[in-house]
């Protein structure tokens, strides 16, 4: 059972640059969420994709986007890159329907360094 | 808003010591639920545990254990006998009823010596 899986693990952009970040879910998950997790920080919530759509997002510019595709993977998006956008960006996995709170599994994130 | 504390930034024992891990939270909901993860230097956030707030029974697992207490908003985690494997980050985390965004607190490295 593939849990999830995310590339590539790592990349260095240079600022102003575009990337693209992509997300496979656990199989049988339905809903992606990503988060970005600064050096020393806990994860923090970018936003989280049901069925094709963004579902709910955090406080994030709208330099973030993303989306999700009919096989539930997931893509994150982030426009002309700035130096703070250096980062560990994970991809969680969940299954929408259950009682709230359904397990969320992670990925082993990608790496972003902009330069 | 929803906010979750680990005041705890690094903690160092030696092998074989008990160590806990504290969390504290802030919610204005009724129904949240409360997560703990583990992050080796990988990267991937490994899942350890998810208690409701309306389950505040404690619970064990091998070393692992956790108190959750709604009377002083703390959800804190204990490893006995700690084991040079359980060196990492720690992070307490906390999601509305709707299981949405999880809110992590900022970790608590530990580390563990032979």
């Known amino acids: 059972d593939a849990g999830v899986t995310q590339s590539p693990t790592h990349l260095i952009k240079t600022r102003g640059q575009q990337v693209t970040l992509r997300c496979s879910p656990k199989s049988g998950h339905d809903t992606v969420s990503w988060y970005q997790q600064a050096l020393g920080q806990g994860p923090q919530f970018i936003f989280q994709y049901y069925e094709e759509e963004e579902r709910q997002r955090g406080n994030f510019p709208d330099r973030f986007s993303g989306h999700q595709f009919p096989n539930y993977s997931s893509e994150l998006n982030v426009n002309a890159l700035l130096l703070g956008d250096s980062a560990l960006y994970l991809c969680?996995?969940?299954?929408?329907?259950?009682?709230?709170?359904?397990?969320?599994?992670f990925g082993e994130g990608s790496w972003l360094t902009v330069v | 808003a929803q906010k979750v504390t680990q005041a705890q930034t690094e903690i160092s024992v030696v092998e074989k010591e008990d160590v806990t891990l504290d969390c504290v939270y802030e919610?204005?909901?009724?129904?949240?639920?409360l997560f703990w993860y583990k992050q080796p230097p990988s990267g991937e956030l490994v899942f350890l545990i998810r208690?409701?707030?309306?389950?505040?029974q404690n619970e064990i697992s091998g070393r692992y254990s956790w108190n959750f207490q709604k009377s002083t908003s703390s959800f804190n985690f204990t490893i006995t006998a700690s084991q040079v494997v359980d060196s990492a980050v720690y992070f307490c985390a906390l999601s509305e009823a709707n299981g949405y965004a999880l809110n992590f607190g900022k970790g608590t490295s530990l580390l563990v010596t032979p």
């Open positions: 208690r409701n707030s309306f389950d505040e």
């Open positions: 969680a996995s969940s299954l929408a329907g259950e009682s709230s709170g359904n397990t969320i599994y």
């Open positions: 919610t204005r909901d009724t129904t949240y639920y």
